[in-house]
C-alpha cells in the first residue's frame, strides 16, 4: 500500500512539473513566434492586428467545436446577457487592445525590452485598483510598486537601441492588461462568476475578434490590399494559432494541478527565459548590466508583489485561490503571465 502510495505521489510530481514546464516553453515560444511572424524576411507580415484577428477567430472557432460539438470541455454556466454586456465586452475590447498594441511594439522594439517594461504591470493594476476601490493604498504597496518602476527605469536607461513609439505601443498594451485585469476581479468580486482560462476563451474571444475587426477594416486591411504578395504560408498561420490556443489550455492545467502561486513563479522564471534567449536568438538584442540589473530590481519588486496577494487572499480564507482573476491569465498573442 505504502509503495502504491509513493508511486502514485511521485506520477503526480512528474505530471505537475511537466505541466509546468509545457506552459513556460509555450508561453516563452510563444512570444517568439510572434516575434518572428511580424518582423523577420522569411515571413514579413508586419500586420499585428491581423495576426491578433485571426487568432482570436481561431479560438473562437476551436472553443467552439471542443465545448458545444464534441463536448471535450465544459465551461461554467450562470453567464446572462446582462452580465456578458457589462463585463464579458469591456474585458473583449481591453483584451483586444492589450493584443493589437503588445504585438504592435514587437515591430519597434527588442523581445527582451518588451518584457521588461511589461514588469510594470502590477503598478498600473495597482493604480487602476486603487481608483476603482478595489485597492487599498499602503506604504508597503506603495514601496513594492517605487521598487518595481524603479527598476523599469533602470531598465530602460540601459537600453541602447531605444524606441519611443514602440515604448509607448507596449506601455499602451500594459495599461490594456491592467484594465481587463479590473473588470476580471471585478466579475469575480462583484458579480460571483468565476471562470478558467477555457471558459474566458470561449466567452472573451468572438467579443475581442469583433473589437479587432473595425480597426483591421480602417487601418489594416488597405495596406494589405496594396500589397501584391506576402509569403505566409497557411501551415504558419494553423501552427501559429494552435500554439496561443495550447498556451492557454496549459495555463487551465497548471491551475488545476498546482497553485496560484506556483503559476506566478513560473511566470517570472519564464520572463528571465524570454530576455536571455532573445539575447541569443536575436541579433538586435544587445542585453547591457544595466538592463540585467534594473530588470532584477523590477522582478524582485514583482516577486514582492504576488506575495503580497497571495497572503492577502489566504487571510480571506477563499476556497478556490485558483480562482482569483490575477490567477488566471489569458495568455494570447503577446501576453506574458502577470
Same mark, same amino acid.
Given at each position: 500500500m505504502a509503495d502504491r502510495r509513493a508511486e502514485g505521489f511521485f506520477k503526480g510530481e512528474? &505530471?505537475?512539473?511537466?505541466?509546468? &514546464?509545457?506552459?513556460?516553453?509555450?508561453?516563452?515560444?510563444?512570444?517568439? $513566434?510572434?516575434?518572428?511572424?511580424?518582423?523577420?524576411?522569411?515571413?514579413?507580415?508586419?500586420?499585428? +492586428?491581423?495576426?491578433? &484577428?485571426?487568432?482570436?477567430?481561431?479560438?473562437?472557432?476551436?472553443?467552439?467545436? &471542443?465545448?458545444?460539438? $464534441?463536448?471535450?470541455?465544459?465551461?461554467?454556466?450562470?453567464?446572462?446577457a446582462e452580465m456578458y454586456a457589462t463585463s464579458v465586452i469591456p474585458i473583449g475590447a481591453t483584451f483586444a487592445m492589450t493584443l493589437w498594441l503588445g504585438n504592435t511594439a514587437y515591430l519597434y522594439i527588442s523581445v527582451a525590452f518588451a518584457?521588461? +517594461?511589461?514588469?510594470?504591470?502590477?503598478?498600473?493594476?495597482?493604480?487602476?485598483?486603487?481608483?476603482?476601490?478595489?485597492? +487599498?493604498?499602503?506604504?508597503?504597496?506603495?514601496?513594492?510598486?517605487?521598487?518595481?518602476? $524603479?527598476g523599469v527605469l533602470v531598465a530602460s536607461?540601459?537600453?541602447?537601441?531605444?524606441?519611443?513609439?514602440?515604448v509607448v505601443y507596449q506601455m499602451g498594451g500594459v495599461v490594456g492588461e491592467a484594465l481587463r485585469l479590473i473588470f476580471m476581479e471585478i466579475l469575480v468580486k462583484r458579480k460571483g462568476l468565476k471562470l478558467n482560462p477555457i471558459s474566458i476563451m470561449y466567452y472573451v474571444s468572438p467579443c475581442s475578434a469583433l473589437c479587432l475587426l473595425i480597426p483591421w477594416i480602417f487601418l489594416e486591411k488597405p495596406k494589405m490590399e496594396?500589397?501584391?504578395?506576402?509569403?505566409?504560408?497557411?501551415?504558419?498561420?494553423?501552427?501559429?494559432? +494552435?500554439?496561443?490556443?495550447a498556451l492557454n489550455l496549459s495555463v487551465f492545467l497548471v491551475i488545476t494541478h498546482t497553485s496560484a502561486l506556483t503559476i506566478r513563479v513560473a511566470g517570472v522564471v519564464k520572463d528571465w527565459i524570454v530576455v536571455l534567449l532573445s539575447a541569443l536568438l536575436f541579433a538586435d538584442v544587445k542585453l547591457t548590466i544595466i538592463n540585467l540589473f534594473?530588470?532584477?530590481?523590477?522582478?524582485?519588486?514583482?516577486?514582492?508583489?504576488?506575495?503580497?496577494?497571495?497572503?492577502?487572499?489566504?487571510?480571506?480564507?477563499?476556497?478556490?485561490?485558483?480562482?482569483?482573476p490575477e490567477s488566471i491569465p489569458m495568455v494570447t498573442s503577446s501576453s506574458s503571465n502577470k
Amino acid at each position: 500500500m505504502a509503495d502504491r502510495r509513493a508511486e502514485g505521489f511521485f506520477k503526480g510530481e512528474v &505530471l505537475t512539473y511537466a505541466y509546468l &514546464l509545457l506552459y513556460i516553453a509555450l508561453s516563452s515560444g510563444q512570444i517568439f $513566434f510572434n516575434k518572428w511572424v511580424l518582423s523577420s524576411k522569411e515571413i514579413n507580415f508586419p500586420y499585428p +492586428l491581423a495576426l491578433t &484577428l485571426l487568432h482570436m477567430i481561431f479560438s473562437s472557432i476551436l472553443c467552439f467545436i &471542443l465545448i458545444k460539438v $464534441f463536448k471535450v470541455l465544459k465551461i461554467e454556466e450562470g453567464m446572462s446577457a446582462e452580465m456578458y454586456a457589462t463585463s464579458v465586452i469591456p474585458i473583449g475590447a481591453t483584451f483586444a487592445m492589450t493584443l493589437w498594441l503588445g504585438n504592435t511594439a514587437y515591430l519597434y522594439i527588442s523581445v527582451a525590452f518588451a518584457q521588461m +517594461l511589461k514588469a510594470i504591470m502590477p503598478v498600473a493594476v495597482f493604480i487602476l485598483g486603487v481608483a476603482a476601490g478595489l485597492e +487599498l493604498m499602503s506604504c508597503r504597496m506603495l514601496l513594492i510598486m517605487s521598487v518595481i518602476s $524603479f527598476g523599469v527605469l533602470v531598465a530602460s536607461y540601459g537600453e541602447i537601441n531605444i524606441s519611443w513609439i514602440g515604448v509607448v505601443y507596449q506601455m499602451g498594451g500594459v495599461v490594456g492588461e491592467a484594465l481587463r485585469l479590473i473588470f476580471m476581479e471585478i466579475l469575480v468580486k462583484r458579480k460571483g462568476l468565476k471562470l478558467n482560462p477555457i471558459s474566458i476563451m470561449y466567452y472573451v474571444s468572438p467579443c475581442s475578434a469583433l473589437c479587432l475587426l473595425i480597426p483591421w477594416i480602417f487601418l489594416e486591411k488597405p495596406k494589405m490590399e496594396a500589397r501584391e504578395s506576402w509569403n505566409f504560408p497557411p501551415v504558419i498561420l494553423v501552427l501559429n494559432s +494552435l500554439c496561443t490556443f495550447a498556451l492557454n489550455l496549459s495555463v487551465f492545467l497548471v491551475i488545476t494541478h498546482t497553485s496560484a502561486l506556483t503559476i506566478r513563479v513560473a511566470g517570472v522564471v519564464k520572463d528571465w527565459i524570454v530576455v536571455l534567449l532573445s539575447a541569443l536568438l536575436f541579433a538586435d538584442v544587445k542585453l547591457t548590466i544595466i538592463n540585467l540589473f534594473g530588470y532584477g530590481i523590477a522582478i524582485a519588486g514583482v516577486v514582492a508583489y504576488n506575495n503580497h496577494k497571495l497572503k492577502k487572499e489566504a487571510s480571506r480564507g477563499s476556497p478556490n485561490d485558483s480562482d482569483q482573476p490575477e490567477s488566471i491569465p489569458m495568455v494570447t498573442s503577446s501576453s506574458s503571465n502577470k
